[in-house]
C-alpha cells in the first residue's frame, strides 16, 4: 500500500497526534456535500477569534501513519480530508498526504494559510485560509502564498465585518485570484448574516463562490464526529 520509494521506514516509525478520524460529508469548499473521511490533526500555533475547533488545539493521541492510513481505508470513501487544527505544524503530515495520495484517495489539505506549500505533496487540493481582519491573525499570513497556488487549490477568505469584505475583495482583486483558482466566501457562522455578504458579493460582481458551513445546518454547529 505504502509505496512511496524510500520512506517505508520513516512511515512506521513516526506518528502524528490526531484528534479524531470519521465519516461524514464534505461541508465547505467546492467538493461540499460529498462524502468524505475527515483525519483531524491535533494543534494549531494560531489562534483565530473565530474558531470553531478549539478542542483540536490538544486534545489527541499519536497514531502512526499505517494505522492512519487503515482507518480511513475502512471507512471505504475516495475522499480524504486532512484538517485540524493546522494539520502542517505537524512535520509528517507531508508523508501522510503523500500516503493517502498513493492509496488512490482524492485528498484536501486544509490549511491556515500560515504556512508554505511548496514542498507539499501537491497531488493533494491545498484549501489556503487567508487571515482576514476580524480574525486578529492577518499577521500571520504567508507572504508568498499566492505564487505557490495551482489551479485546483482553493483560498478561503472567513468573513465577519465589512473590513473582513473590503480586505478580502481587494486581496482577490489585487492578485487576480480568481484567475488562479477557486475563491470562496464565507461567512462567519452566527455572526454574518448570509444575505448580507451575499448583497456584497452581487453588488461589487465579484467572481467568488459564496459558501457556507453545511455540515452546521445538517447537524448540530457544536456536533464532534459527525
Not at 509505496?3 to 465519516?23: A, C, D, Q, T, W
Not at 494505522?67 to 480524504?80: A, G, K, M, P
Request: hydrophobic residues 35%; proline residues 5%.
Amino acid at each position: 500500500m505504502f509505496n512511496i520509494p524510500g520512506s517505508r521506514f520513516f512511515m512506521e516509525s513516526e506518528k502524528l497526534k490526531v484528534n479524531e478520524i470519521y465519516k461524514s460529508i464534505q461541508g465547505e469548499t467546492s467538493f461540499v456535500g460529498l462524502p468524505f473521511v475527515l483525519v483531524r490533526l491535533t494543534g494549531c500555533h494560531l489562534r483565530c477569534s473565530y474558531c470553531d475547533t478549539e478542542y483540536a488545539f490538544y486534545e489527541g493521541k499519536e497514531i502512526s501513519i499505517p494505522e492512519i492510513i487503515r482507518t480511513v481505508e475502512s471507512l471505504n470513501t475516495h475522499h480524504v480530508l486532512v484538517t485540524g487544527g493546522e494539520p502542517l505544524d505537524q512535520k509528517q503530515c507531508k508523508t501522510l498526504i503523500a500516503a493517502l495520495l498513493d492509496a488512490g484517495h482524492e485528498v484536501l489539505v486544509e490549511t491556515s494559510g500560515a504556512h508554505s506549500i511548496r514542498d507539499c505533496p501537491r497531488g493533494a487540493h491545498y484549501i489556503v485560509d487567508v487571515k482576514t481582519p476580524s480574525s486578529k491573525m492577518t499577521h500571520k499570513n504567508y507572504p508568498n502564498m499566492v505564487e505557490e497556488l495551482l489551479p485546483h487549490d482553493e483560498v478561503k477568505f472567513v468573513i465577519g465585518t465589512r473590513e473582513d469584505y473590503t480586505f478580502s475583495k481587494e486581496f482577490v482583486k489585487h492578485h487576480d485570484l480568481n484567475k488562479i483558482c477557486p475563491v470562496l466566501f464565507s461567512p462567519v457562522f452566527g455572526k454574518m448574516e448570509y444575505k448580507t455578504l451575499v448583497g456584497w458579493i452581487l453588488e461589487d460582481k465579484l467572481p467568488v463562490r459564496f459558501q457556507i458551513q453545511l455540515h452546521k445546518h445538517v447537524w448540530e454547529p457544536t456536533a464532534r464526529g459527525v
